[in-house]
């Protein structure tokens, strides 16, 4: 029997996908749920971890390029700053473009493959407004739930971009968490598990879903989730894992200033600070 909750996890998912741009209810209602995108992403080969020194190595974290029509975006100026900080790989957390038309997912490919060094990317709610985006999305950006390690660090991304997680993620998710305690363990998705006291609109659907990820990575000691979609940086810590809202690279901000998440690992431990891209 369906319960309310569920409804209601369900319906917020679907304002969640909807929010904020020129679509259709058909291409809305049309995308793969969830449980497709993620069966069709562990079906891929893996991917190709960084090649970074072991002992000593950088790379950076952030949210919503959203390139537009007019294909403008903020990478050029953070290529400088990948020279200049010494970053060794990226991580895109979702909505990398704002309406996921072709032109848009090519106009953003183009400026990724520029900054010269590997880039790993999870989907966010903008890159599923077409029919057809998700496979647009796997086939240009890759899985849309991934892994890799660098030196003992693993990272962990994975797909939000509907607001729900699902019963076969949440299953990789803690076969990932449950591997070598050595490892320090990262996570990068699109919807932050905490809002801000903002409304469902602006964190994953399910409450029931909040709660259990929030044990699992307290449960399993992970590092922390670092998240996007809020166009803004902020950061905390609950029960030893830190949450962080990553910040944006979006033409359009929603408060806040542009910018990325830093992470350094060196001495055997993670450091971390947010950049503003100026």
């Given amino acids: 029997m369906v319960s309310e909750r569920n ?3 369900a319906l917020a998912a679907l304002v969640l996908l909807a929010a904020g741009c020129d679509w259709s209810l058909r291409e809305v209602l049309s995308h793969p749920t969830v449980e497709q995108r993620v069966r069709e992403s562990l079906a891929m080969p893996p991917v190709e971890p960084p090649p970074v020194n072991p002992d000593s190595f950088r790379f950076a974290m952030f949210g919503d390029p959203q390139v537009r029509k ?3 975006h903020r990478l050029g100026r953070f290529r400088e700053h990948v020279v200049e900080r ?6 895109v957390l ?3 473009t704002h309406d996921a038309t072709e032109e848009q997912i090519q106009w953003m490919r183009s400026a990724l493959d520029s900054l010269g060094v590997p880039v790993y990317a999870a989907p966010g709610n903008h890159d599923l407004y077409q029919t057809g985006a998700w496979d647009r999305f796997k086939e240009v950006f890759g899985p849309g739930c991934q892994w890799f390690r660098a030196g003992r660090v693993r990272i962990i991304l994975f797909d939000t971009a ?15 968490l449950s591997l070598s305690a050595d490892e320090i363990k990262v996570l990068g998705t699109h919807f932050p598990l ?3 006291g903002m409304p469902d609109l602006y964190r994953l659907a399910s409450e029931a879903e909040r709660y259990r990820l929030a044990s699992l990575l ?3 000691g992970a590092w922390g989730l670092v998240s996007g979609h ?3 940086f902020r950061a905390f810590e609950s029960n030893g894992v830190r949450f962080i809202t990553c910040g944006s690279m979006a033409p359009k901000l929603d408060g806040g200033e542009p910018g990325y998440l830093l992470l350094n690992y060196a001495a055997g431990e993670l450091s971390w600070q947010f950049v503003v891209l100026d």
Avoid at 86 to 91: A, E, K, P, Q
């Fill in 230 to 232: 809020m166009h803004y």
């Fill in 94 to 96: 979702g909505d990398l």
């Fill in 70 to 72: 007019d294909g403008i």
């Fill in 86 to 91: 010494g970053i060794d790989f990226v991580c």
């Fill in 194 to 196: 905490f809002d801000g």
């Fill in 7 to 9: 409804v209601r996890a």
């Fill in 218 to 220: 307290r449960d399993t």
């Fill in 162 to 176: 509907g607001g729900i997680i699902g019963p076969t993620q949440f299953r990789w998710l803690e076969e990932q």
